[in-house]
């Protein structure tokens, strides 16, 4: 594809709901990465993988956030039991190598916005 | 401690002026440095890598100082489409993630 292609765009949750966001990465691209962002704050890491392994989940605040990519290349995160704090834009990220480098740097989607009331 | 921090503004500037952002990282076995722009409510994209020597692309400027672990991206003829807000990041080798910045917010005026 052109780019990252996150959907939905926008999310409403009441607390308490689960939700999934997924994220298309760009096609062939190995590495894919996960990433909160607060109001006025940088993206923080949630999690990593590696086609479909998950290398690093260190970032994922707590049990009740999961990611997938059973197939290496569209990915899922899931939030269950949503609270007010998981409110944030939740950023895909893909990248072409094993990791991600002056060669092969991160390519964005638009984010999800997540809202939780 | 943030393992990169970043002076969130804004800076204020004219159109025409020159603007230096700086960023400290914590981590000195880092290995990979970058500046991204980010305007608002839209994604983070690629605005220059920065490398030992410095880099240079067209009226951006990028320098890394590893002893004082610094980083620093100066901006040359302000436009008003540089209003932004530039994330500094930084990688560690043979980690995957990049760790970012809060993030400086830059406001170029007529």
């Known amino acids: 594809g052109a780019g990252v292609s996150q959907s939905p765009r926008y999310k409403v949750a009441k607390r308490g709901q689960d939700v999934a966001l997924r994220c298309d990465p760009i096609s062939g691209h190995v590495s894919l990465f996960w990433y909160q962002q607060a109001l006025g704050q940088g993206p923080e890491f949630l999690t990593y993988?590696?086609?479909?392994?998950?290398?690093?989940k260190s970032g994922l605040p707590s049990d009740r956030f999961f990611a997938e990519r059973p197939e290496g290349s569209v990915s899922t995160l899931k939030i269950q039991r949503t609270q007010q704090e998981d409110s944030a834009v939740y950023l895909c990220?893909?990248?072409?190598?094993?990791?991600?480098?002056?060669?092969?740097?991160?390519?964005f989607g638009n984010g999800t916005r997540l809202t939780v009331t | 401690r943030k393992e990169v921090e970043q002076d969130p503004g804004p800076f204020n500037v004219p159109e025409g002026a020159t603007v230096a952002f700086n960023c400290t990282y914590s981590n000195s076995a880092s290995q990979s440095f970058f500046w991204y722009r980010q305007d608002c409510r839209k994604e983070p994209k690629l605005l220059m890598s920065?490398?030992?020597s410095g880099n240079e692309d067209g009226r951006f400027t990028a320098q890394l100082n590893r002893a004082s672990q610094y980083i620093s991206l100066l901006i040359r003829d302000s436009k008003l489409s540089d209003s932004a807000t530039y994330l500094c990041v930084v990688n560690e080798e043979g980690f995957q993630k990049l760790v970012f910045g809060t993030g400086t917010r830059l406001l170029v005026s007529p």
């Open positions: 990220a893909s990248s072409r190598d094993h990791y991600s480098s002056y060669n092969s740097p991160l390519h």
């Open positions: 993988f590696q086609n479909e392994a998950q290398l690093d």
């Open positions: 920065v490398y030992s």
